[in-house]
């Protein structure tokens, strides 16, 4: 066996480090260092006019914005979301003292089930957060359907969605759609995220969530936190932006290089994207199934004892850790199809500048040849 660099699920991107001196110069000078300064601005309105999907709230991370966006929409009681997330999801919830209730994913997908979403529904249910999983876009129309009947909210957890594009843009859903710009994630600020929200109202609560309550020098309005970017992050922000179509680019290269190489391996199924979906190609799991030459954990152990870190992304269920598992009123459901998905996934490395050596040294280990 040749010895071999560790490759991991992802690599960070970064921008060249001689654009960012001048920045970084800007910002020694000047002193402003957070509390929305220049770069914080001017990223603020670049990724609104990326998104062209309405104003956008930078925070310091997707979890903060995630609890924000719940703030701000004064959601309390039970709020319907998806076991096959990562916890930031389910904790963001639980942080704003609601209830997480999980319901199953599609039969065929990653995504929340709708019918599953309008079984749950109680008098105590106020809201619908669903995930865009590896970057697949939920089904909007019939979760709006679903919250419009029953008056809920919908907030969409979009960490793993930003640069995806589709007709009728996915970004315009729900009433807050919240972004994280961690280091692994194709477009980052090493730690930040975002709310984007339709209502003037919403985001001028989100505005003052963000900076603690704060008003003016006299006026505290509410009990907000500290979810400010700050300028070196934001000054990343800025540069990583305008490299993202490119490494958008390189990362169909990867994707396709690994659609070519595991086509027909006998029990594996790959992500495809639903027609109409322009995607960012972010992630890259496969499904183990009764057919694949071995079960999910071997395969996971083979890659890592030649270097490969795959991920069992996501395993275990939201459902089924310490915070949620003993609490009956957050399982009242079976999650079949979630329990399925969760037992054979794996993410393989998704990385733009990941070898096309690489991919195929990964590719052979899957196929065991
Ligand atoms: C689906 C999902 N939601 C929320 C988050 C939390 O974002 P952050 O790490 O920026 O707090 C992440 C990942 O980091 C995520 O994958």
Redesign the pocket.
């Known amino acids: 066996m040749k010895a071999r660099k560790p490759i991991y699920v992802a690599r960070p991107t970064l921008p060249p480090l001689e654009a960012l001196l001048p920045h970084l110069e800007t910002i020694w000078d000047s002193r402003i260092l957070t509390n929305m300064g220049e770069f914080h601005q001017q990223l603020e309105q670049q990724i609104e006019a990326y998104l062209d999907a309405g104003p956008v709230t930078l925070t310091s991370?997707?979890?903060?914005?995630?609890v924000m966006a719940l703030k701000a929409l004064e959601i309390t009681g039970e709020v319907i979301t998806t076991p096959f997330?990562?916890?930031?999801?389910a904790h963001?919830i639980d942080w704003v003292g609601c209830t997480p209730v999980f319901v199953d994913i599609e039969a065929n997908g990653f995504n929340l089930n709708p019918a599953c979403i309008e079984r749950a529904i109680t008098d105590k249910t106020r809201a619908i957060l669903a995930?865009h999983?590896f970057g697949v876009p939920c089904n909007t129309v019939e979760i709006q359907r679903i919250a419009d009947k029953h008056g809920l909210k919908v907030i969409y957890?979009?960490?793993?969605a930003f640069g995806v594009r589709s007709s009728p843009n996915v970004i315009r859903h729900g009433d807050c759609t919240?972004?994280?710009?961690?280091a692994?994630?194709l477009f980052s600020t090493i730690?930040?995220?975002a709310v984007v929200c339709h209502s003037a109202a919403t985001n001028d609560c989100l505005a003052l969530l963000r900076n603690f309550g704060i008003v003016d020098e006299s006026t505290i309005a509410c009990a907000g936190t500290n979810a400010k970017l700050n300028e070196i992050c934001a000054a990343i922000g800025v540069l990583q932006l305008a490299a993202l179509d490119q490494n958008m680019a390189r990362m169909k290269a990867v994707h396709m290089a690994y659609q070519t190489h595991l086509k027909g391996v006998p029990g594996l199924t790959t992500l495809t994207y639903p027609e109409g979906v322009e995607p960012n190609y972010s992630y890259f799991p496969i499904l183990l199934g009764p057919d694949f030459r071995c079960a999910r954990d071997t395969l996971h152990h083979e890659l890592k004892r030649q270097n490969i870190h795959s991920r069992r992304y996501f395993s275990p269920l939201l459902s089924e850790a310490s915070p949620y598992c003993d609490r009956p009123a957050c399982t009242p459901f079976g999650m079949p199809n979630a329990r399925r998905v969760a037992d054979n996934v794996i993410c393989l490395p998704m990385y733009p500048d990941l070898s096309m050596e690489d991919i195929v040294d990964i590719c052979s280990i899957i196929k065991d040849n």
């Open positions: 991370s997707g979890t903060v914005a995630l997330s990562f916890a930031a999801t963001a995930v999983c957890d979009a960490a793993h919240v972004f994280s710009f961690h692994t994630k730690e930040g995220g």
